[in-house]
Antibody, heavy 123, light 107 residues
């Protein structure tokens, strides 16, 4: 069974950093693109960014709202995808989800998703 | 960026009803349109990919259609477990964008 478990969320002050982790199991991690999404309380879904598999360059893309502040990376040996978040803003407050590419060749359709980890940015 | 507009934003329906949700893209996206279901306190779940592909394990009462800029998600006979919020998402280009959601409530 494919499982994705996010961790690392919490309360952080504006301007500070936080690193989220998503530990995957049940599939060959390096064969799939991984993505992060977020959902502010009571709001809709927002794509944060994704990282391609190594054989497609291992490159990443980001939403304009986080580009230059957030970085996605992977540790294939541990089956973990990270979201490093720097210079956090109050508007980054949200439930953060990681998700796997639907199939090994997909970098823009994601399923399944983890259960999410809550990030609250507040002084 | 491609803007995705869903309608209605909410609807009330009864078990057994046929329900249709629409999604419009601000530019042509071919058939690169996905549908997700989200229940309260849960992660989104992919229902339909590339307009009409039924994700594994999803009941056949869910179907999708459309192309270009206009798309629909249809639930042929609404079941109690289908009361949820539904989101469309374009997978044509980055930034990936979602519709605002359609909340399906019990009538």
């Amino acid at each position: 069974e494919v499982q994705l478990v996010e961790s690392g969320g919490g309360l952080v002050q504006p301007g500070r950093s936080l690193r989220l982790s998503c530990t995957a199991s049940g599939f060959t991690f390096g064969d799939y693109a991984m993505s992060w999404f977020r959902q502010a309380p009571g709001k809709g879904l927002e794509w944060v960014g994704f990282i391609r598999i190594k054989t497609s360059g291992g490159t990443s893309e980001y939403a304009a709202s986080v580009k230059g502040r957030f970085t996605i990376s992977t540790d294939d040996s541990k089956s973990i995808v990270y979201l490093q978040m720097n210079s956090l803003k109050t508007e980054d407050t949200a439930l953060y989800y990681c998700a796997r590419g639907r199939i090994s060749t997909s970098a823009k359709t994601f399923d399944p998703w983890g259960q999410g980890t809550l990030v609250t940015v507040s002084s | 960026d491609i803007q995705m507009t869903q309608s209605p934003s909410s609807l009330s329906a009864s078990v057994g009803d046929r329900v249709t949700i629409t999604c419009r893209a601000s530019q042509s996206i071919g058939t690169y349109l996905n549908w997700y279901q989200q229940k309260p306190g849960k992660a989104p779940k992919l229902l339909i990919y590339t307009t009409s592909g039924l994700q594994s394990g999803v009941p056949s009462r869910f179907s999708g259609s459309g192309s270009g800029t206009d798309f629909t998600l249809t639930i042929s006979s609404l079941q109690p477990e289908d009361f949820a919020t539904y989101f469309c998402q374009q997978s044509y280009s980055t930034p990936l964008t979602f519709g605002g959601g359609t909340k399906v409530e019990i009538k």
